[in-house]
């Protein structure tokens, strides 16, 4: 069974530019969750997905931040614009129905804001 | 949410049996107890996830006692690949927003 796919795995942008992050989830899973990981610290929850519809995202930045998941499939997350605190690894995740504990996460995609 | 508390940092050495324990006073009926192992550049992997007294698998046990205010994730007789950061989360069994605190770092020396 093929896990979580996330790109790409490496960014490196200028601070005030735009990035975006890409998520297929495990098939059939109908739960996807964006994870922020500062070096150092436990991934925080930007977002979390039922299907198409948003579950919690009250800790995104949405001045800045967005996300979608069309079809309640694959997902995007964006940044525009970037700032120098956004560096970290960006952690894709998703569950079978969000009711259970086991999340199944991507390698991640590291950002660097310089 | 349920807050946790887990200690920072632990180590061990090859072939000792690990247990880290996770306060979590503010446990709530339907929450369950989750644990997460996540080593470096990759995203955390599930260990183990239980709701009362004891649960095992191929990798660890959870301990979890009456009163569900703390949990023991016990690893028998780890190696240096055991080494790595170990989350505990707390989360209604209903409608489930995993959220992670600071985690452990466990190292093993050989």
């Known amino acids: 069974e093929a896990g979580v796919a996330q790109s790409p795995r490496y960014k490196i942008i200028e601070k005030r530019q735009s990035v975006a992050f890409w998520c297929n989830p495990i098939?059939?899973?109908?739960?996807l969750y964006w994870y922020q990981q500062i070096l150092g610290q436990g991934p925080k929850l930007l977002i979390q997905?039922?299907?198409?519809?948003?579950?919690?995202d009250s800790q995104l930045p949405k001045d800045r931040f967005s996300a979608e998941r069309l079809k309640g499939v694959d997902s995007t997350l964006k940044i525009q614009p970037a700032k120098l605190e956004d560096s970290a690894v960006y952690l894709c995740?998703?569950?079978?129905?969000?009711?259970?504990?086991?999340?199944?996460f991507g390698e991640g995609s590291r950002l660097t804001v310089l | 949410l349920a807050k946790t508390t887990q200690p920072i940092s632990m180590d061990s050495y090859e072939g000792q049996e690990v247990n880290i324990t996770c306060s979590h006073n503010?446990?709530?009926?339907?929450?369950?107890i989750t644990w997460y192992q996540q080593f470096p550049s990759q995203g955390p992997r599930f260990i183990i996830q239980?709701?009362?007294t004891k649960v095992t698998n191929e990798v660890a046990s959870l301990f979890i006692p009456a009163d569900r205010k703390s949990s023991t994730l016990s690893l028998p007789r780890v190696s240096l690949s055991d080494t790595a950061v170990y989350y505990c989360?707390?989360?209604?069994?209903?409608?489930?927003?995993?959220?992670f605190g600071r985690g452990t770092s466990l190292i093993v020396h050989p």
């Open positions: 989360l707390v989360a209604l069994g209903g409608s489930y927003i995993p959220t």
């Open positions: 503010n446990i709530a009926t339907n929450d369950y």
């Open positions: 239980g709701y009362k």
């Open positions: 995740a998703s569950s079978l129905d969000g009711r259970t504990g086991e999340l199944f």
């Open positions: 098939s059939g899973h109908a739960t």
């Open positions: 997905f039922q299907n198409n519809g948003v579950v919690d």
